[in-house]
């Protein structure tokens, strides 16, 4: 079987012709792996039908989709155990360091490697036959690096069984491999939330799943952990929620944003320095002081320091002469750690923080013991940083959402319905999760909500909705810069040779020049929905949000004139009997295999 090559598009096409691929294993060998099961009892039933199918099945790649909570770990310990009764030799890896540990110690899974440190390895010595490979957190799996594993085990003939969660954050890489491969081989789903102590909660969280924002966050609302209004009232108020939750158990805040997180770990910090739970003095971190009784967080591996990404700890001593810090680090692996200066001051990087405060990105795979405190606005919110920022806290988490402040003071919100949840209803029901290049490239996807934004604030709207190509192509022109030298990069990061690149951007060009069908995007009318929502309030809108919503509103009215004309121009020319170019006695548009829209009576 040839292997795949280095570009990141042709491992996913590779990927996708060989994704069916079976396993040498005769079926006794996965006979035997079903008889191992045990524990069956301690396992709930999606958990026990997982597995079962699991260890049935002699598939070369298995998928498992396994929300917040759903006991991933515990189900994957038993297949592990039933695979090693039937002679197979079983692998773990992780994207991280810390998501290694955790899948090795959860499901005692021992080889147990990062995604990098397993490649590597793999260079030196193939897989043995009768492997089973399982890639926890896989939809944080850059595709490059998944279309290697991949290859390197079906030339093996080994199994690789890859557990993820396509509704959480994505890779920071080229991703979308493994929503790719779910919605190509379907998965095997833990569905039930064994995470959150509330039943509505947990109902709220499923909504969010499913894409049901409003209802979700009107459940949160409704029990006040949801708070709106201006930044500095809400960050004053989240901190001091936080205080008072760490009495009852773990807290922690999080935020989108370092920005965020370095003002919200500085207010911590002064609560905690005012109590006298931690020593004023210490080191100058990169502007941050960080002195005994902190909580702190590693940012780095380092094998020489004993340290991961992810680790945290408790300073208990600061050696000023020196620059070095002594940490006790917590569960599971209680242990002293000291990081010299030359660790966290290594070429001008952020490598060890305050950990009162943390990203939403660095929290995805992690539980409180607890409460969590989010802390988000407009520009960084979406559907997967809401879920995982919502499902961390086991007992409460609460959402600190700071909109646009509105300029007229004397309007009250009593009087209408909050602008700041319609516009966090909106925010939070845009998807920024990744796709594979290849899917992308064969069914072009529709411009985002924050293209139809930036196109608006340049003047620019059109009067159609259009392809994110397009899209990027009117914002080249509204900035001046090489038409289409945004996408065409976009599209070469991705895989995309040049030459492919160059024609994804020509044919988007000639169908903006042609009367292109419209498309369905949502995009425009969501966002002309958001300002018209909060214009209706009462609340006076920015000078270039008013622009905005007047290019919008200008736009719409285009686009309705249009339809109507072509509905009526299609009444006109509808035949009285059926005909060749039609189905079932209504007529077809040939161009899209759709039927007319109905004239109006």
């Known amino acids: 079987m040839c292997s795949p090559s280095s570009s990141a598009l ?12 079976r396993l040498f294993l005769p079926t006794c060998w996965t006979t035997r792996c079903a008889l ?69 110690l959860g499901a005692r899974i021992e080889p147990c490697y990062t995604v990098d440190g397993l490649l590597l390895a793999l260079r030196r010595s193939a897989l043995a036959p009768r492997s089973v490979v399982i890639l926890d957190e896989a939809s944080m799996a850059g595709s490059r690096k998944l279309g ?63 894409g049901q924002v409003r209802p979700a966050l009107t459940a949160y609302a409704a029990r006040g952990r949801l708070q709106m209004g201006d930044r ?8 001091d929620d936080w205080w008072t939750a760490r009495a009852d158990g773990e807290a922690v805040m999080q935020a989108s944003t370092w920005r965020d997180v370095l003002e919200l770990n500085d207010r911590a910090r002064g609560k905690l320095v005012k109590a006298g739970e931690v020593e004023r003095e210490g080191l100058d971190i990169r502007g941050v002081t960080i002195g005994v009784g902190d909580q702190v967080i590693v940012l780095r591996n380092d094998r020489t320091v004993g340290v991961i990404n992810g680790t ?44 009162y405060c943390r990203t939403i990105y660095k929290a995805q795979g992690a539980t409180y013991r607890g409460e969590s405190f989010t802390l988000a606005g407009d520009d960084t ?11 961390r806290g086991t007992r409460a988490n609460t959402l600190y959402y700071a909109g646009d402040p509105p ?32 899917d992308l490239l064969a069914d072009a996807a529709p411009m985002t909500e924050a293209q139809v934004a930036t196109l608006a604030r340049c003047g620019v709207v059109s009067e159609r909705n259009l392809t ?65 929502a909060a214009a209706g309030s009462g609340r006076q809108l920015s000078q270039a949000a008013a622009g905005e919503l007047a290019a919008l509103q200008g736009s719409g009215a285009v686009a309705r004139a249009r339809r109507r004309e072509s509905r009526e121009r299609w009444a006109r020319q509808a035949p009285a009997e059926p005909t060749p170019a039609s189905r079932n006695g209504v007529l077809i548009d040939i161009g899209s295999g759709r039927p007319p829209p109905r004239a109006r009576r």
């Open 10 to 21: 042709s491992l996913q096409r590779w990927t996708v012709r060989t994704q069916g691929w």
């Open 36 to 104: 191992g099961l045990e524990r069956l009892a301690s396992l709930g039933a999606d958990q026990v039908e997982a597995v079962a199918r699991l260890a049935r099945s002699g598939a070369g790649v298995e998928c498992v989709e396994a929300g917040p909570g759903s006991g991933k770990t515990t189900a994957l310990g038993v297949y592990v155990a039933a695979c090693r009764r039937a002679g197979l030799a079983v692998i773990g890896c992780a994207p991280s360091a810390r998501a290694r540990d955790e899948l090795r």
């Open 148 to 210: 290697r594993l991949l290859g390197l085990a079906a030339a093996a003939g080994a199994k690789v069984v890859l557990v993820g969660d396509t509704k959480q954050l994505s890779s920071v890489d080229a991703g979308g491999g493994f929503r790719g491969l779910v919605a190509r081989l379907g998965a095997h789903r833990l569905v039930e939330n064994r995470r959150q102590v509330e039943g509505w909660e947990r109902e709220a969280l499923r909504n969010l799943r499913e």
């Open 232 to 239: 500095e009232e809400l960050v004053e108020r989240m901190v």
């Open 312 to 355: 945290l700890g408790t300073v208990t001593a600061v050696d000023r002469q020196r620059g070095d810090l002594v940490l006790r680090t917590v569960e599971p692996d209680p242990r002293d750690v000291r990081l010299p200066a030359s660790y966290w001051n290594a070429k001008g990087r952020r490598r060890v923080s305050l950990a």
């Open 381 to 391: 919110i979406h559907l997967e940083a809401v879920h995982v920022a919502l499902s």
């Open 407 to 438: 300029l007229d003071e004397d309007h009250h919100a009593a009087e209408a319905p909050a602008p700041e949840f319609e516009q966090l209803v909106a925010a939070a029901g845009r998807s920024r999760s990744q796709v594979m290049a290849l």
């Open 468 to 532: 994110w190509v397009q899209a990027s192509l009117l914002i080249d022109d509204a900035n001046g810069r090489e038409r289409g030298e945004r996408a065409a990069n976009w599209l070469r990061a991705n895989g995309a040779q040049p030459s492919e690149a160059a024609r994804i951007v020509a044919t988007a060009s000639h169908d903006m020049r042609t009367c292109a069908p419209l498309r369905a995007a949502n995009a425009m009318d969501v966002r002309l929905a958001v300002l018209e």
